[in-house]
């Protein structure tokens, strides 16, 4: 079993939907939670950062991770076609949280 | 504000050779850890400087080695290079005891 689990996908959506990204990880040690975004051709760039348990929200996007399930979501509210790219989960613990774990991502599609 | 710079954009090597990758860290930036992204796949933690040293390291055998110089850039070396080293190699910029990577657009190294 692989440590960050992720469906790869493709997902494609119409523009305007809500998409819901998913993550499951077997690591219970897992503190620190992210969400990076990677363009085709580009090197991933951070979205949002969360620690622990709980919801927080950025404009349209929103992370809830539950640690008690050992699952992290993001979504995206009125998708756009520049939303279009690979969504990777990763997770770190406190002893070295730089030492960042990365899901296989998830390709999405916002079609116009 | 530069981000973080990566050269060669491009690499084609031959099985057996070795080849040394380059990043400028972002401005401000003195922690650089290096990752290894294999098509479809999430980027893997190869290694982290900071201070001139290596701190964390991955899965990843003897044959990957780095360095950092006093002005924070690094360098990734991959020796007796085999055909499963082709993949994107990113490096990602940090400061020292903060969270949050920034990632470079990254080297594609093609081994033959």
């Known amino acids: 079993q692989k440590e960050v689990e992720q469906d790869p996908g493709p997902l494609s959506v119409p523009e305007g939907a809500i998409v819901s990204l998913n993550c499951t990880y077997s690591?219970?040690?897992?503190?620190?939670f992210m969400w990076y975004r990677q363009y085709s051709r580009k090197g991933p760039e951070l979205l949002m950062y969360?620690?622990?348990?709980g919801n927080k929200e950025d404009g349209r996007f929103t992370a809830q991770v539950d640690k008690s399930s050992k699952y992290i979501s993001l979504f995206i509210r009125d998708s756009q076609p520049s939303d279009s790219a690979t969504y990777l989960c990763?997770?770190?613990?406190?002893?070295?949280?730089?030492?960042?774990?990365f899901g296989p991502g998830t390709s999405l599609s916002v079609i116009p | 504000d530069a981000g973080v710079t990566q050269s060669p954009t491009h690499l084609i090597k031959t099985r057996g050779q070795q080849v040394t990758l380059r990043c400028s860290p972002k401005?401000?930036?003195?922690?650089v850890s290096w990752y290894q992204q294999a098509l479809g796949q999430g980027p893997q933690f190869i290694f982290q400087?900071?201070?001139?040293?290596?701190?964390q390291r991955g899965n990843f055998p003897d044959r990957f080695s780095g360095h950092q110089f006093p002005n924070y850039s690094s360098e990734l070396n991959v020796n007796a290079l085999l055909l499963g080293d082709s993949a994107l190699y990113l490096c990602?910029?940090?400061?020292?005891?903060?969270?949050?990577?920034?990632f470079g657009s990254g080297t594609r190294l093609t081994v033959v």
């Open positions: 990602a910029s940090s400061l020292w005891g903060a969270s949050g990577y920034t």
């Open positions: 690591n219970s040690a897992f503190q620190y």
């Open positions: 969360t620690y622990s348990s």
């Open positions: 990763a997770m770190s613990d406190e002893t070295s949280y730089d030492k960042v774990i």
């Open positions: 401005s401000g930036h003195d922690t």
């Open positions: 400087y900071y201070e001139e040293e290596e701190r």
